[in-house]
């Protein structure tokens, strides 16, 4: 298990110009033309018991589709599904998360700008803090902000004969619960099935304008998403 690794894929871009907490994608456009709906005013939920994705979300892939009740993808190619209400400061995150081959890739976006996708093969101009469980063929567990292959991201190596829980693969067709929060305005924390994995404390925080979103993505593997609950705190 380890807390840093060699990026993977080609160097971010130059940053030096941007505002401290702020990606080349969010800083490429206006906020304005993110999608955005209504204030959550409350808890949110979406089970995702319907025929059709709905007003509330902007699929950025064709991919995203609702079947047998959950939100599901296959190679949508980090051209993610956001959520279009946006999310308060604080908030609890939960939702299902399954994997429908051993691939794992179990990925969600938080407090992203609600219209941003990969725009190269490696994902590394996100808007967005990252949770990846089972990324890269199932091998590591992620954390991450703004560039999923950053030298600062947070990772646990699976090991399938480790006896910590937090380092087992994504197993196939099993749900996984994952909860994101964050309470003081700075700090990032991941939990899947009531086990604490992973914390982010970010001296920059992600938010206001252009980090105000929800949204699933993965690379290639099979996958759905299920019963999203989300509480302001």
């Known amino acids: 298990m380890s807390a840093s690794c060699v990026p993977e894929g080609p ?51 064709p991919k995203w589709k609702i ?32 994997a429908e081959a051993p691939d794992g890739d179990l990925k969600a976006e938080v407090w992203g700008d609600g219209r941003s996708g990969a725009t190269a093969a490696s994902y590394t101009n996100a808007t967005s803090y990252l949770v990846i469980l089972g990324g890269w063929k199932n091998t590591k567990h992620v954390l991450a902000r703004l560039d999923e292959h950053g030298a600062d991201r947070l990772e646990i190596d699976v090991d399938p004969e480790s006896d910590d829980e937090r380092a087992r693969p994504v197993a196939p067709g099993q749900p996984y619960r994952f909860r994101i929060e964050r309470r003081d305005g700075k700090t990032i924390s991941w939990a ?24 699933f993505n993965e690379w290639d593997a099979p996958v759905c998403f299920d019963n999203l609950r989300i509480t302001p705190l």
């Open 192 to 215: 899947v099935n009531d086990v604490d994995y992973l914390e982010l404390r970010d001296p920059a925080p992600l938010a206001g304008p252009g980090h105000e979103h929800l949204g």
């Open 11 to 61: 160097a971010t871009g130059d940053a030096s110009s941007r505002p401290a907490g702020t990606s080349a994608a969010a800083a490429s456009a206006s906020p304005a033309g993110a999608v955005k709906g209504a204030p959550l005013g409350g808890v949110f939920e979406d089970d995702f018991d319907r025929s059709a994705l709905g007003p509330d979300w902007n699929a950025l892939s």
């Open 67 to 98: 079947e047998d009740g959950r939100l599901c993808a296959r190679a949508a190619r980090n051209r993610g599904v956001w959520l279009k209400r946006p999310l308060p400061e604080n908030a609890r995150i939960e939702f299902d998360a399954i």
